[in-house]
């Protein structure tokens, strides 16, 4: 992502303004408060003084400005049964970013959209996901696995600030590929015959098959503050999601799905037979299931789905995500399709153990 020199500008200018307002508040306090004889008037005075934590901080949607999480970020040690059957270390990376903050606030005023409530941000957001055969592929190689840019716009509801059961819908606009180029059999059996030169199984080869689709979205996302499981307190949120794959995108143009001489049969396989629709319920849990070392503090249930034949191909995960002695330590697994962009139509089994972060 580029940031162009007025934006560079703008921060610089904020960052300055804001330093300098608590400089000023600070001299202020030494001025002033030890003219006070009585010792809580002058501490009291202090804390009038003090930088205050903004408390109309965003509950939902992991912040309003600035570069915040998208997805969670993940590193872990993961399996699979469509693949070598060798573990292999996999992460993904995901991140937003606001952008014409000026432009999309001109407009809610124009049409008279209650900011306070329903703030809206533009967000320009990426997500990778690559894998690396650590020890069990001669060069321990590193495989792109999913790019996914999106450009998206998220209102909230029921109130950004102080809110009770908020939520918020996103619409957006994203491309997804696994960013690789094989996409002719001459091309393929290239690739297979240089994996055999190396002594590497055929799967490799087939990993640098391109897949790629342009898609719109719309995901609605609630925060339910009372508990879903009455003897544990914590916050139930839901997320429901529609993504569209298009015959023909403005980035990837038609979609790059599976071929025939791919060898899997003669029938067509849209990736809408496979997903499209999800549905996910995440739990987190407060403070009260914690030992001196361990803290449960997530489990997340998802099920996903195609819109053009709805159940026919399903995919289930279970989330376990916990605090051991400080580390975010993460167990998953999954059963169905999608495992793979390469592999989207078969039906893969996957476990995985790592690090995940929500923040």
């Known amino acids: 992502m580029t940031l162009y020199p007025a934006s560079i500008g703008c921060v610089i200018i904020t960052l300055v303004a804001i330093s ?17 004889s009585d010792d809580q008037v002058r501490l009291a005075c202090y804390d009038s003084y003090a930088p205050r934590e903004e408390s109309m901080q965003p509950l939902l ?15 872990l040690a993961r399996l699979d049964s469509q693949d070598e059957r060798v573990h292999y270390m996999d992460a993904t990376l995901s991140v937003k970013y606001p952008v014409l903050n000026p432009v999309v606030d001109a407009i809610s005023s124009v049409i008279n959209i209650d900011r ?21 592929r001669q060069s321990s190689p590193v495989v792109a696995r999913r790019y996914n840019p ?27 590929s696994n960013g690789q180029r094989i996409s002719d059999p001459q091309g393929y059996r ?59 995108g403005l980035f990837q143009g038609d979609p790059e799905e599976y071929n025939v001489w ?53 995919s289930t995960s279970l989330e376990v995500t916990t605090q051991l002695a400080g580390i975010p330590l993460y167990f998953w697994a999954r059963t169905g399709y999608n495992s ?17 972060f929500l923040r």
């Open 20 to 36: 300098t307002g608590y400089a000023a508040e600070s001299d202020q306090a030494f001025l002033t408060c030890p003219t006070f």
């Open 61 to 75: 949607g992991n912040g309003v400005d600035g570069l915040t999480m998208h997805e969670p970020n993940k590193l």
């Open 340 to 356: 793979d962009l390469v592999d989207y139509y078969k039906y893969t089994n996957s476990w995985g153990i790592g690090m995940e």
């Open 190 to 248: 290239l690739a297979a015959d240089a994996a055999d030169l190396r002594g590497d199984p055929e799967i490799t080869a087939r990993e640098s098959i391109s897949r790629g689709w342009d898609y719109l979205s719309i995901d609605w996302v609630k925060e339910w503050n009372t508990p879903f499981l009455a003897n544990l307190a914590g916050r139930t949120e839901t997320q429901f999601e529609y993504r569209h794959y298009l015959d023909h």
């Open 262 to 314: 791919e060898g899997d049969g003669a029938e067509s396989r849209p990736r809408a037979n496979y997903s499209g629709l999800q549905f996910a319920l995440a739990y987190t849990l407060q403070d009260e299931p914690c030992s001196d070392w361990v803290c449960f503090e997530r489990v997340e249930l998802e099920h996903t789905t195609g819109y053009a034949r709805p159940f026919d191909n399903n």
């Open 150 to 176: 999106e450009l998206f716009l998220r209102v909230w509801r029921d109130g950004v600030y102080d809110r009770t059961n908020p939520s918020y819908w996103d619409f957006g606009y994203g491309h997804e």
């Open 116 to 136: 306070v409530r329903n703030t809206p941000r533009l967000y320009l957001a990426f997500t990778t996901r690559f894998s690396q055969y650590v020890a069990t």
